[in-house]
């Protein structure tokens, strides 16, 4: 019977929402406990129930300054970013109809990446600790906005312009990058670690910017699941169906980029999260983005956290980029999807 099997592929989407749901949780506080100094899990559940004030502190205030001061920043902008490209991965999928796209493709990667050089290489420091993050965000922002406003066709942007702006615009601004690097060579060092994606030293501050935008964000974009897989439909479908089709692109766009950018401003450069959780979450939990962007933001979280885990236990008293970790387990992944779309077919990969 019909109704029989929706409810049986509705207990399987619960079942693995909460099983994912576990893994994030178990994630995150094997998070706070990675690191030079170990720190019990009865104390780590102590200081997390003493911060939500259901509890006394009976962990030393050494135990309590590593968790709430040194770890628990990096582990929630970790779990931040990761949902951010996740979400953001999936939208840009559905709007661009291409199953190897990610939120980069727009541009927003070469604008954070421009901005933060600007600030490096001429010593800007007009807003402090912020400088770079802030730097990295406009620009990301603008370079984003240019390539919208260029792809526009008689009132519409056909995604295969989009696309190929998006590429042009980041071409031309990675090249202005290299220029700045060729001009400065002793910033290189500090240059390249920002490239290679970081999450070290964050602060509270940082993730009290930029959590509250991913996750205002990833709610705006999950009520959006009609539109977007209306459009992943096509645009004339998504006509027909009734949606506004310029008007979701850009609210679509302009959301994923406050996300995406927010992120990309505090972490660096972080590749493959925003491509392999879409498709991760379209295996497990159906095609449908009510579906897939919950879960793109729940995988792509858990995924960077325990990234950011072996980035820090490869070789004792060095933290390795974690960039560089998502780009190794990322790689495989993608020639097996490049795989994927020559057998199957552009669209049913």
């Known amino acids: 019977m019909p109704g029989n099997k929706y409810s049986e592929m509705q207990h399987h989407r619960d079942t693995m929402f909460a099983i994912a749901i576990a893994i994030f949780i ?22 997390i129930l003493f911060q939500i004030g259901a509890g006394k502190l009976t962990a030393t205030q050494g135990n309590y300054v590593i968790i709430a001061m040194i770890r628990e920043p990096e582990v929630v902008a ?29 541009g927003v990667s070469s604008g954070a990446a421009l901005g933060a050089v600007l600030a490096i290489v001429f010593s800007i420091t007009i807003f402090g600790l912020f400088t770079l993050p802030i730097f990295a965000f406009v620009f990301a922002i603008i370079v984003v906005s240019l390539v919208y406003m260029l792809s526009i066709r008689s009132g519409r942007t056909p995604p295969v312009i989009l696309l190929l702006t998006g590429i042009a615009i980041s071409l031309f601004a990675t090249s202005l990058v290299a220029i700045m690097l060729y001009s400065r060579p002793a910033l290189e060092n500090t240059i390249f670690f920002w490239f290679l994606g970081s999450l070290s030293g964050i602060l509270w501050s940082e993730d009290e910017i930029v959590v509250p935008l991913v996750i205002v964000t990833s709610v705006i974009l999950g009520m959006m699941y009609k539109q977007l897989n209306a459009l992943q439909m096509g645009d004339v479908y998504a006509k027909s169906a009734g949606i506004n089709v310029e008007r979701s692109k850009l609210g ?3 959301l994923t980029t406050i996300a995406v950018s927010a992120s990309v401003s505090i972490s660096g450069l972080i590749g493959f999260v925003g491509l392999i959780f879409p498709h991760v979450s379209r295996l497990i939990f159906g095609g449908s983005n009510k579906y897939v962007i919950p879960a793109s933001a729940i995988l792509g979280a ?11 236990l490869i070789i004792t008293g060095i933290v390795f980029p974690v960039g560089v970790i998502t780009g190794m387990i990322g790689v ?18």
């Open 332 to 349: 495989p992944f993608f020639m097996i999807l490049m795989a994927r779309v020559s057998k199957k077919g552009y669209y049913n990969a």
């Open 302 to 312: 858990t995924f960077l956290m325990l990234c950011n885990d072996i980035a820090h």
């Open 252 to 254: 679509a766009l302009g």
């Open 26 to 47: 178990i994630a995150f506080i094997v998070s706070l406990d990675t690191g030079p100094v170990h720190i019990s899990l009865k104390n780590i559940v102590n200081i």
């Open 78 to 106: 970790s779990a931040a970013v990761g949902a951010a490209l996740g979400v953001g991965g999936a939208v840009i999928q559905s709007i661009f109809r291409n199953p190897i796209s990610e939120p980069y493709v727009t």
